[in-house]
């Protein structure tokens, strides 16, 4: 049973603080994705990786950064935190497709934390 | 572009009667589409994917490339069906997935 945990459920912080969201997985997974998900906004992909030390870019990666040091962890990281990036983030992970003779690739979800911005 | 839209953001229903959540996509090429539910307090999860043509839960959904639809239908909604269910699409050698905004069901005794 794949497990993807996430460092806190719930996260208050400051103005201007330095955030780090940690994500661990245990399914050796080759990539990794980090989402926010807002109400009437869905799931945005913030950045992904698909190697260790690999990381592209998503739909809104303004404000972020990450890091894959370690092919189980995936860090995302807020520089500079700031009262709009307020929100539920939810970190997943996937095999590379083809490993297991599929086409498709189902993504595997922790159970997200909720970050707070003051 | 590539887009998936889900028209209804709640969509409240009898318990017993049918019911159908919408999602509409834009893809050029072939995608692969899912649906993904997440229950009260629990994670994101997968719940089908068109390529299985299964049905789980009850629910089923049927990919229609001419009307780029990939609709989620259950005959008779139960109480426990209550979530929030985002319909996704994935191109075939893509990691990624496109979501859509999400429809919340509410099953009512």
């Known amino acids: 049973d794949v497990k993807v945990t996430q460092s806190s459920r719930y996260l208050v912080k400051r103005t201007g603080e330095k955030v780090f969201l940690e994500c661990v997985q245990d399914?050796?997974?080759?990539?990794m994705f980090w989402y926010r998900q807002d109400p009437g906004l869905g799931l945005r992909l913030i950045y992904f990786s698909y190697d260790v030390k690999m990381k592209e870019k998503g739909d809104i990666p303004e404000g972020y950064s990450v890091s894959r040091e370690k092919k189980e962890r995936f860090s995302l990281i807020l520089e500079s935190a700031s009262t709009n990036q307020t929100s539920m983030y939810l970190c997943a992970s996937s095999q590379n497709l083809g490993t297991s003779g599929t086409s498709y690739n189902e993504q595997f979800f922790g159970p997200g934390t909720r970050l707070t911005v003051l | 572009a590539q887009r998936v839209t889900q028209p209804e953001k709640l969509l409240s229903v009898f318990k017993g009667a049918p019911v159908e959540l919408k999602c509409n996509y834009s893809?050029?090429?072939?995608?692969?589409l899912f649906w993904y539910v997440q229950y009260s307090r629990q994670r994101l999860q997968l719940l089908l994917r068109?390529?299985s043509r299964e049905s789980i839960k009850g629910f089923t959904a049927d990919l229609n490339k001419g009307e780029t639809s990939f609709h989620l239908k259950k005959p008779f909604a139960q109480e426990e069906d209550s979530a929030m269910y985002y319909c996704?699409?994935?191109?075939?050698?893509?990691?990624?997935?496109?979501f859509g905004s999400g429809t919340r069901l509410l099953v009512r005794p």
């Open positions: 399914m050796d997974h080759e990539n």
């Open positions: 996704a699409l994935s191109g075939k050698s893509s990691y990624k997935l496109i």
């Open positions: 068109h390529i």
């Open positions: 893809y050029s090429g072939s995608p692969e």
